[in-house]
């Protein structure tokens, strides 16, 4: 049964004021490796329907993985009945209508077709470089592809194909360890020689740590730890859901010059340098947002609820698919951070006292307003002394404003990576003044 | 499984599961969310030779059970390509039975509008408080209908029961924002029926919730510096969980989590002859104690519930085992293999990792200490990839003098290297203060995958410990 025919049921059977069907058809694949062989292998192949009615101001959610005709027309019962049992909300101001669609294209049918012994193919030359320098090598590589559809009661009908490829890999000595990602929606995005390259290299010149000296330092970070200011600049506020929550680092701060001149992020839905898809889970048009503007807070992104709770805005088209659990609020999925005109051999040349960082770990949020974060760095941190590294430390963790670093952005790499978490950033590497470290692991 | 071996799979497994849930969320006086979610389907695992494959697919047919297994081989014919070790399983399982979870009300017989109604009278208990921005509660049921059977004559059919929820109020002041959560900051969740919400009496603990949030946004900061550190039962869940449970996995060890959730200082060297802990620290991995998210008949592999000690007397002696990995040491798997779905593959997952009871009464504990620094309920939790330099936040902190709790503390920290603190733990509350929590997020393994996990707990004292270290 295609989405067509599954949102022609649903809505022909739903008694509800309002309703609004998301499809996702999902083939997933990954293949997982760790010393030196693959020991992982799987597959799946699944579809879930989300139906979401609506009674006055009131939403009930019934999502549901069976495509029997009978089950459908359960799925827009169970959720018009959730929605009857509760009071009226008055901050709902109903589903959104149909607008114009941008056409863009995120899907490579080699991606769709990739074979498991594609993926070991491509595993084997990690293990084999890493074996060949005298290292052992874990990671992953995943392909997927996803058809996406929403329709509802109010004539929106989007639908969409979609690939994701994603390969990473830490390759490790006895003392060391060095870390490769690439992703994209193109079966290309991933070179796997060039990862097994960089993670070999990495390793290679992190042998043998001191003890690192917790202290401020200049660091040079590679772009897997840009994306993290990104996902926790992300996570703690570009929503406007957290701004009306008054838990954003955008509170009180709109307009005015928070960070560097040199930063300018924003979201694109439509770049293909990301993975683009052209609506969001209300079928609605993805916009082009500037969250900062060379350093000024310019504004979060938007879906239709939160739109609804300001008069006068409207959904940018950041709605995240309506989670049975909890309502998670507009996101920003395909971010990017504006590239300079460096690159990390002269982050490094310019340095005379710094570390190089490759990326960071386990990070988590200690005060959102200020985007506080504590976490450890990972897989590679260096010590840069008179332009030049000079050799690595153990890792160390950090609590640190990443507001505060952005701040101090002395400059940008000229190249970006994309790189997949969940959502997508699109960063270059970056040079920052001042990061606090607070102590070493053992 | 037939259809496994005729193609050369020398073991194979089959989970079919039925899984439903129901959520409810309020926040601010409004329904924030409602739902019902529902997810059938099935997996089959393959061991060809030395190698796995999995497929799964949610159209349950004989036909798609033959195709999807069929994959499932040829999945496992591809992993040879880059080969390994021999793989072993230990002794065959057999297991045949059922299992259900004792519960008293079965939570899916329950209205919505008392879900709604026991949520909303918390809610606004809440913001009776002038002083709270945000209020927010939460209320989540499980259902996981489970058959298991492999190539070796096990069959086994499970059905287990979650309910979980929590109530937050936030406070904001300024550039200052101030969580309080109860029971816990991550929605405590734990094996039963509708009873354990009603357990947990969330309007009794509204109001105390809105003030505190609204009373730290004046309270002072938490002083910087080293000192005793008594942590309260749900953060000492966490440290458990993070600092035991997880460096307690055997795939850890062995390095195929290396890439993405980290490896294990716990290596296999230290089985038997590292002092974990200082000698009152007791540490256990049981499935079967009542309420643990960790709780169930048999595990993913068809082992059957137990008991093993991790930590005894301060010294590491256990793991969490697959049958693989136990195997590679010699030994059997004491049940620790999970999947938090039909569509994933049984990763080890912890179970209920629980710090045994100790002796002191909850409150000597505190009366014992001269200067120290009380903390309760997470808020920040951060650990490295070896599972040795943690830091956690929490919401809540009193300094302790002479004896007594003193001034309240706001954006409380501490940090430490995991053998160290453990080692500086000189007192475990009794029985009386011990508690079953449960996370229900615990993520690990690619594809993500998230599991509940259980961690029975008392307040714990430790010595020389940094606090203050976000200020």
């Known amino acids: 049964m295609n989405f067509k025919e599954i949102a022609d049921i649903i809505l022909t059977a739903s008694q509800a004021d309002q309703t609004e069907i998301v499809y996702r058809l999902r083939d997933e694949s990954l293949t997982r490796f760790a010393n030196n062989h693959i020991h992982q292998n799987v597959t799946e192949t699944n579809h879930e329907i989300l139906v979401r009615c609506v009674s006055g101001s009131r939403c009930g959610t019934a999502i549901s993985n069976a495509t029997h005709p009978d089950n459908l027309r359960n799925l827009a019962r169970v959720a018009l009945d959730l929605a009857s049992q509760q009071p009226e909300n008055p901050d709902f101001k109903g589903l959104p209508g149909p607008a114009p669609l941008t056409g863009v294209t995120s899907f490579d049918p080699g991606v769709a077709s990739c074979s498991p012994a594609e993926r070991a193919k491509g595993v084997a030359?990690?293990?084999?470089?890493?074996?060949?320098?005298?290292?052992?090598?874990?990671?992953s590589m995943t392909t997927g592809a996803m058809r996406l559809g929403v329709a509802n009661s109010k004539g929106v009908f989007a639908e969409c194909e979609t690939t994701l490829v994603d390969a990473s890999t830490v390759v490790m000595s006895a003392t060391s360890s060095g870390w490769a990602q690439a992703s994209g929606w193109k079966l290309g995005s991933v070179v796997w020689e060039e990862l097994a390259e960089e993670a070999v290299r990495k390793t290679r010149i992190g042998e043998n740590p001191n003890d690192g000296q917790p202290g401020e330092y200049t660091v040079i970070l590679d772009p897997y730890a840009t994306a993290d200011l990104m996902g926790m600049m992300a996570g703690d506020g570009m929503s406007a859901q957290a701004c009306q929550e008054e838990r954003s680092w955008l509170n009180g701060r709109l307009g005015k010059q928070v960070l560097s001149p040199m930063i300018t992020i924003v979201d694109d839905g439509l770049d293909p340098a990301g993975i683009p898809l052209p609506f969001d889970f209300e079928g609605q048009p993805k916009q082009h947002v500037t969250i900062v503007e060379s350093g000024v807070c310019r504004g979060p992104v938007h879906d239709s609820y939160t739109a609804g709770r300001e008069p006068g805005t409207v959904s940018t088209g950041h709605a995240m698919e309506q989670a049975a659990s909890e309502r998670i609020g507009p996101l920003p999925m395909n971010l990017f951070l504006k590239p300079g005109t460096s690159n990390v051999d002269e982050m490094i040349a310019s340095t005379q006292n710094g570390l190089y960082i490759t990326r960071f770990w386990y990070t988590r949020s200690v005060h959102p307003r200020d985007v506080v974060v504590t976490g450890m760095t990972r897989d590679g941190t260096y010590v840069v002394r008179n332009g030049e590294i000079s050799g690595a430390v153990k890792s160390l963790r950090f609590t640190q404003s990443y507001m505060d670093a952005l701040a101090g952005t002395l400059s940008l790499g000229k190249n970006c990576k994309t790189l997949w978490a969940g959502g997508t950033c699109n960063v270059p590497a970056i040079k920052l003044e001042r990061f606090k470290f607070t102590s070493s692991t053992r | 499984m037939a259809t496994a071996q005729s193609r050369g799979a020398r073991y194979a497994d089959i989970r079919i599961i039925e899984s439903r849930s129901q959520t409810a969320g309020v926040k601010d006086g409004k329904v924030d969310s409602l739902g019902d979610f529902e997810s059938v389907g099935f997996g089959v695992r393959v061991l060809v030779g030395n190698a796995w494959g999995f497929a799964s697919s949610a159209d349950i047919t004989r036909e798609e059970i033959d195709r999807v297994t069929a994959l499932a081989v040829d999945i496992a014919r591809a992993s040879a390509l880059v080969p390994g070790q021999p793989v072993e399983l230990g002794p065959p399982i057999q297991s045949t039975g059922t299992y259900v979870t004792p519960i008293r009300i079965d939570p899916f017989s329950v209205s919505i509008e008392e879900k709604l109604g026991l949520l909303l009278e918390a809610d606004a208990a809440i913001r009776r408080n002038p002083g709270v921005k945000?209020?927010?509660?939460?209320?989540?049921?499980?259902?996981?209908?489970?058959?298991?059977?492999?190539?070796?004559?096990?069959?086994?059919?499970?059905?287990?029961?979650?309910?979980?929820?929590?109530?937050?109020?936030?406070?904001?002041?300024?550039?200052?924002?101030?969580v309080r959560a109860y029971p816990d900051a991550f929605r405590c969740q734990g094996t039963g029926g509708w009873e354990y919400i009603l357990d947990a009496r969330f309007n009794d603990h509204a109001e105390r919730v809105a003030s505190e949030a609204v009373a730290l946004l004046s309270a002072d900061v938490c002083p910087s510096t080293v000192t005793t550190l008594i942590l309260d039962s749900s953060q000492l869940a966490l440290q458990i969980h993070e600092s035991c449970g997880h460096p307690t996995e055997l795939d850890r060890v062995y390095g195929t989590e290396a890439a993405f959730a980290g490896r294990s200082f716990l290596t296999t060297d230290k089985l038997k002859t590292l002092r974990y802990g200082s000698p009152i620290v007791n540490l256990t991995a049981d499935s079967v104690r009542p309420t643990g998210l960790g709780t169930f008949g048999w595990d993913d592999e068809g082992v059957a519930a137990s008991s093993t000690p991790l930590v005894k007397n301060g010294e590491f002696v256990g793991y969490l085992m697959s049958r693989e990995t136990a195997s590679q040491l010699g030994l059997e798997s004491n049940g620790c293999m999970r999947a938090d779905g039909w569509n994933r593959i049984p990763l080890i997952r912890m179970t209920n990792v629980s710090l045994e009871p100790g002796t002191w009464a909850a409150e000597d504990i505190i009366a014992d200490t001269e200067d120290g620094v009380y903390m309760e309920t997470n808020r920040s939790w951060s650990i490295d990839d070896m599972r040795l330099n943690f830091q956690f936040g929490t919401q809540l902190g009193y300094e302790i003098k002479k004896g007594k709790r003193t001034r309240l503390l706001r954006n409380c920290t501490y940090a430490g290297i995991t053998p160290e603190f453990w080692n500086s733990c000189d007192a475990i509350g009794n029985e009386k203060s011990w508690k079953v929590w449960g996370t229900p997020n615990c993520g690990k393994g690619e594809p993500m995958q998230v599991m509940g996990t259980g961690h029975g707990a008392a307040p714990a004292r430790f010595r020389n410990v940094r606090v203050g270290v976000y200020r």
């Open chain 2, 134 to 178: 945000v209020s927010e509660g939460r209320v989540t049921c499980l259902r996981h209908h489970k058959t298991f059977a492999n190539s070796e004559g096990a069959l086994l059919q499970q059905t287990i029961y979650e309910c979980g929820g929590a109530i937050s109020a936030t406070a904001v002041s300024g550039n200052d924002i101030q």
């Open chain 1, 125 to 139: 030359v990690i293990c084999r470089k890493a074996s060949e320098a005298g290292y052992t090598a874990a990671g």
